[in-house]
């Protein structure tokens, strides 16, 4: 079984590696929604630092969405992902393991690149250390949770844009929880409850979704 | 209530019972209306503290209600439908939505203009308000996911995982929205308490409710028929009703 | 009762806007419902009659 979920995992970075420019295309897309917001709203560094962590936050969330809307579709495209639903593998092992896979790809380094835009934001280096902290708790559930809807999504028109207005009212509690930490930290109050709260919700994302993104691959693919 | 009913009946049965159902909930949807609306405007009185302003209760709760207790009957449904595989709750599911989304709309419509007068302001990221945003959210969701696929049998099926993984998020979002308020008091509005309500204010408002149910119904149940014809189009009872009409 | 006339009616003690408001959004949304549901029940059954006739042609 384990073989299997890693087995997944190592095939989707090796596609991963293969297709750069896909990847650094999200990448990109992260950086400039984010750059974006200081020519939007002005430079003065105590606003920025105060809407600092919400704007890193949604962006990272648009970010995974862009890249979820083809987490399952060059596999579906060339049969492989039949394939391996009809394998005697379970299915929810497949889905698990494609988030994971897409929270290493995309998830990971999301967390790497807050910390230059967090100083761009200004900032202080204690509130951009629990931005790391809280993607990096957070972000798995923009992949778990997104893969149910790029299950859901599969193969239809329009896929991209319909996954984003299914998913995005569900990101709700991780973003709440997660950009909460980050100015909890910047008013000084300290980030532990929020973070163990994001926690709590990662934890339960990872118990539900990969059964619920199996189901829904079900569906789609039958 | 006897599920072997949903899994064997003919939907055919289901086609006719519905419609000779329709026009007693349109009506009885009609009266309670009519008797709510006379209750809200000529028997209520004032209220001391907010004027005759509170009067958009009558509408704004019952809205409210009914667009979480849809949500809750499509969720309920959408179980149903993928535990015991039942066509005909699928079909509730999806006749239900479009008028839970209305209700959904008219409670944050009402509810923005109930706070005005109020609270000085249309709108406050206040967690109930927040979390109808999102349930509104989540039904344009769900109705864009059902539009989008063109086989029944994945629509179904899809729309209603969507729909219980939204029935489980929904709480846990109201939580998260009351939580980051707490923790951004500079936005915060007291929130005034309702109004200590005279007997009559309650009844009232009961009776608005049970209009908003029953109209639910009647629309849910017009609906569902004209989904059922459609699915049902190559059988003969079917036929037989395209011939006759 | 507790109105003295129809214009205190109306103007529900100040309030009449977003009373109104509220009344009328709620009857104008649900007289939309009702239009396009009545419509949507006579255009799939036109639908499927059509249907109904290329099928048996």
Same mark, same amino acid.
């Given at each position: ?50 809407? =600092? ?53 995309? =998830? ?115 | ?5 949903? #899994? ?32 809200? *405007?000529?028997?209520?009185?004032? +209220?001391?503290?907010?004027? &005759? ?34 066509? /005909?709750? *699928? ?13 959904? *709309?008219?409670?944050?419509? %009402?509810?923005?203009?109930?706070? #005005? ?8 990221? +206040? ?5 109808? /945003? ?16 063109? +086989? ?29 308020? %707490? ?30 149910? *029953?109209?639910?119904?009647? %629309? ?9 014809? &459609?699915? &049902? ?11 006759? #009409? | ?57």
């Amino acid at each position: 079984m384990l073989r299997f979920l890693t087995a997944v995992i190592r095939r989707d970075l090796k596609l991963a590696a293969r297709r750069r420019g896909d990847w650094l295309t999200s990448q990109f897309f992260f950086v400039m929604v984010v750059s974006m917001f200081p020519l939007g709203i002005g430079p003065d560094p105590a606003m920025l630092a105060k809407v =600092g962590a919400g704007v890193v936050w949604v962006a990272a969330l648009l970010a995974s969405l862009l890249s979820l809307s083809r987490l399952f579709a060059d596999d579906h495209r060339d049969g492989s992902l039949e394939q391996m639903l009809l394998s005697p593998n379970p299915p929810v092992l497949l889905a698990l393991g494609k988030a994971l896979a897409h929270w290493l790809i995309y =998830g990971i380094p999301l967390l790497l690149i807050a910390p230059i835009l967090g100083v761009q934001f200004a900032l202080p280096a204690d509130a951009i250390a629990v931005l790391m902290l809280s993607l990096l708790i957070g972000s798995p559930v923009l992949s778990l949770l997104g893969s149910v809807g790029a299950a859901l999504t599969l193969g239809l028109r329009g896929g991209g844009v319909l996954l984003t207005l299914l998913i995005l009212p569900l990101y709700v509690p991780a973003l709440i929880f997660g950009a909460g930490a980050v100015d909890a930290a910047v008013a000084g109050l300290g980030a532990e409850a929020n973070l163990s709260l994001l926690a709590a919700f990662m934890v339960m994302t990872l118990l539900v979704s990969p059964w619920v993104a199996a189901a829904a691959l079900r569906v789609s693919i039958e | 209530m006897n599920l072997a009913i949903f #899994k064997y009946a003919a939907p055919m049965t289901f086609y006719r019972l519905a419609g000779r159902m329709i026009p007693w909930f349109a009506w009885g949807a009609g009266i309670l209306t009519a008797i709510g609306l006379y209750i809200a *405007f000529f028997v209520a009185p004032t +209220d001391f503290q907010q004027g &005759e302003a509170y009067r958009v209760i009558f509408i704004h709760v019952p809205a409210a209600w009914m667009s979480m207790f849809i949500y809750l009957v499509m969720a309920f449904w959408s179980a149903v439908g993928l535990a015991w595989n039942t066509r /005909l709750s *699928f079909m509730m599911a999806r006749a239900l939505a479009p008028t839970g989304m209305v209700f959904a *709309f008219l409670s944050l419509w %009402t509810g923005a203009l109930w706070g #005005k007068p109020m609270w000085g302001a249309w709108w406050v990221w +206040d967690a109930r308000l927040t979390s109808s /945003l999102i349930l509104l959210f989540l039904y344009v969701g769900i109705m864009s996911l059902w539009s989008a696929i063109d +086989d029944p049998r994945r629509g179904d099926r899809a729309g209603a995982l969507l729909t219980l993984v939204g029935a489980i998020n929904v709480p846990i979002i109201y939580f998260s929205v009351q939580w980051w308020n %707490t923790l951004h008091q500079g936005a915060t509005i007291s929130m005034t308490k309702a109004p200590s309500m005279a007997a009559t204010m309650l009844i009232g408002m009961l009776v608005m409710a049970f209009a908003a149910w *029953f109209y639910a119904i009647a %629309t849910s149940l017009v609906r569902v028929r004209g989904i059922i014809l &459609e699915r &049902e189009r190559h059988t003969e009872w079917a036929a037989e009703i395209l011939e006759g #009409k | 009762m507790q109105w003295a006339s129809w214009s205190e009616f109306w103007a529900m003690g100040g309030y009449g806007l977003y009373v109104w408001g509220s009344y009328g959004a709620a009857l104008i949304v649900i007289l939309i419902e009702i239009i396009s549901l009545r419509r949507g029940q006579r255009q799939t059954l036109q639908r499927l009659k059509r249907m109904k006739t290329w099928e048996s042609e």
